[in-house]
């Protein structure tokens, strides 16, 4: 089955770029998504199509996506961007959704 | 305004069933796709199932096949979600979540979730 591995945490200070990756075989021919969890939240989505804001989503929300790694960039980081982040990709091998095993960024 | 309202939850045995639900409103419920996602204490977001607009095309992660069975009631504008055969490891709270794209399969709207315990 197909694997996204993301590290499990980042730490960033306020005002900096954060960078969370996403790799998986190949996975710059899949489409990726992120989806951003608070504690005790459902999941928002930030980022479609790998990158595509929905509208309500800062300008501050970027992603990339190319070979093995996708990427989310939070540029100006603030407090409330700490949070849980977690990349999705459909596997249409397996007719499956796939989660990254998401990264919790930190706001120091 | 969409909104998605999953209810069911609650603590069952090991080997026990339980039946959770997912009422749509704001939207035009039978043009969606529509998914369950459940996520253990602690843990990451899994994909549980996926069910078509009409209920004619149906996925299971291989972690609830053959356990658990999605269905929808487009007249009702609901979701559902027959949990038998439950393990500790079922023990999550559960998402019903709308496909945005069928080219592009994001989810774009979450409820807030239900959760299930197992324990005996």
């Known amino acids: 089955s197909y694997v996204l591995t993301q590290p499990p945490s980042v730490s960033v200070a306020p005002g900096k770029t954060a960078r969370i990756t996403c790799g998986g075989n190949n996975i710059g021919s899949k489409s990726v998504h992120w989806y951003q969890q608070k504690p005790g939240q459902a999941p928002v989505l930030v980022i479609y199509?790998?990158?595509d804001r929905p509208s309500g989503i800062p300008e501050r929300f970027s992603g990339s996506n190319s070979g093995n790694t996708a990427t989310l960039t939070i540029s100006r980081v603030e407090a409330g961007d700490e949070a849980d982040y977690y990349c999705q990709v459909w596997d249409s091998s397996s007719d499956h959704y796939v989660f990254g095993t998401g990264t919790k960024v930190t706001v120091l | 305004e969409v909104q998605l309202v999953e209810s069911g939850g609650g603590l069952v045995q090991p080997g026990g069933s339980l039946r959770l639900s997912c009422a749509a409103s704001?939207?035009?419920?039978?043009?969606?796709?529509m998914n369950w996602v459940r996520q253990a204490p602690g843990k990451g977001l899994e994909w549980v199932s996926y069910i078509s607009s009409s209920g004619g095309i149906i996925y299971y992660a291989d972690s609830v096949k053959g356990r658990f069975t999605i269905s929808r009631d487009n007249a009702k504008k609901s979701l559902y979600l027959q949990m038998n055969s439950l393990r500790a490891e079922d023990t999550a709270v559960y998402y019903c979540?709308?496909?945005?794209?069928?080219?592009?399969?994001?989810?774009?709207?979450w409820g807030q979730g239900t959760l299930v315990t197992v324990s005996s």
């Open positions: 704001g939207f035009t419920f039978s043009s969606y796709e």
């Open positions: 979540a709308r496909l945005e794209s069928t080219t592009l399969r994001y989810f774009g709207y």
């Open positions: 199509y790998d990158t």
